[in-house]
């Protein structure tokens, strides 16, 4: 998690032909395990050990964690319900489309293990075996003090409530009130100078899979997530609005060249006065403060809308690491 960051920009891969699977031909392997996957979400228990940066093709990594999302959260990941995540992120119809088509044209679901193991050894290579990892001191505990007042009550809920430590929950809300301040609140190192520095709140959760990390940011960032909703819902409302007006204007303005031009027939006016100048409806803005996943032209274009900032939330570490 984090505040704003940029992002890679994400490729809409075409779709190759999905049979006759080869060692070399990575991108139809990694069709062929997404397919069987959207197919048979029983499947996911042999491949829950892949990491999304073992894909190639960021709209690939995109559909595999949409799926292991909605399998972790107890849901059903078919082509709607990830469908509906990606264009939570940001991606347009045709990414859609290729999920209606990764489905279709899977070889065979009951050999997602195998496509899974090509994928991974496809990504590690002519990497050298691993090392083991030295010895690690121990973390120190974690203690309320550190927290603002106001969220220790918010934090030690969450915590109690899903029994996972009670960092998990502190950190992803610290980046929640960040992301709320945005530019609102400077740094101005000089006394007399009128320099300012904006900072960005950086957050991660480390812990082992299986220790509720996703869980317990979802729950902490709850807030913010239902101040997005409502600002979506005032959108919807807005642009509505605006399309009327918007209508309305341009009936208007047919209606004022219409008399200009009869008036410049007969001489009574000239047509500069009656059209005079034209009054177009502004569109609304949506307001955003929290975003996953996107592009680097869709955050662009959030943040030139958004200039206070907006909270950029990653569930893999490693994925996003690997799209810098």
């Known amino acids: 998690m984090t505040a704003v960051a940029p992002l890679t920009v994400t490729a809409r891969p075409a779709l190759g032909k999905v049979g006759g699977l080869g060692a070399d031909d990575v991108l139809d392997v990694e069709q062929a395990l997404l397919g069987a996957l959207l197919l048979n979400n029983h499947a996911f228990e042999h491949v829950a050990g892949l990491a999304e940066d073992a894909f190639s ?94 969220l220790r009550a918010f934090v030690a809920d969450i915590a109690e409530r899903m029994q996972c430590p ?18 609102r609140v400077t740094i101005r190192p000089c006394r007399r100078g009128d320099w300012a520095v904006v900072p960005n709140l950086w957050a991660m959760l480390v812990g082992r899979p299986g220790v509720l990390k996703s869980p317990a940011a979802a729950e902490a960032l709850a807030p913010l997530r239902s101040l997005q909703d409502l600002a979506f819902e005032t959108y919807r409302t807005a642009l509505e609005e605006y399309e009327i007006a918007r209508r309305a204007a341009k009936i208007e303005a047919d209606e004022r060249e219409r008399q200009a031009r009869k008036a410049l027939r007969e001489g009574r006016a000239s047509a500069r006065e009656i059209l005079g100048a034209a009054q177009e409806p502004e569109p609304p803005r949506a307001l955003r403060f929290i975003v996953a996943d996107a592009t680097v032209e869709a955050l662009a274009e959030i943040l030139e809308e958004n200039p206070n900032g907006v909270l950029l939330v990653r569930d893999e570490l490693s994925g996003w690491l690997r799209e810098l």
């Open 166 to 183: 009670p960092d998990f929950p502190a950190v992803a809300a610290l980046a929640m009130i960040g992301a709320a301040i945005g530019r």
């Open 57 to 150: 093709e960021p709209l690939n990594r995109a559909i595999f964690r949409a799926i292991r999302r909605e399998i972790e959260a107890g849901g059903v990941a078919d082509i709607t319900t990830v469908g509906e995540a990606l264009r939570g992120a940001g991606y347009g119809a045709s990414s859609i489309a290729y999920l209606a088509r990764l489905a279709a044209n899977v070889p065979s679901a009951a050999r997602a293990a195998l496509y899974a193991a090509k994928v991974r050894e496809r990504a590690i290579g002519d990497w050298p075996e691993p090392q083991p990892l030295p010895e690690v001191p121990p973390v120190a505990p974690f203690e309320d003090k550190f927290l603002p007042p106001l």
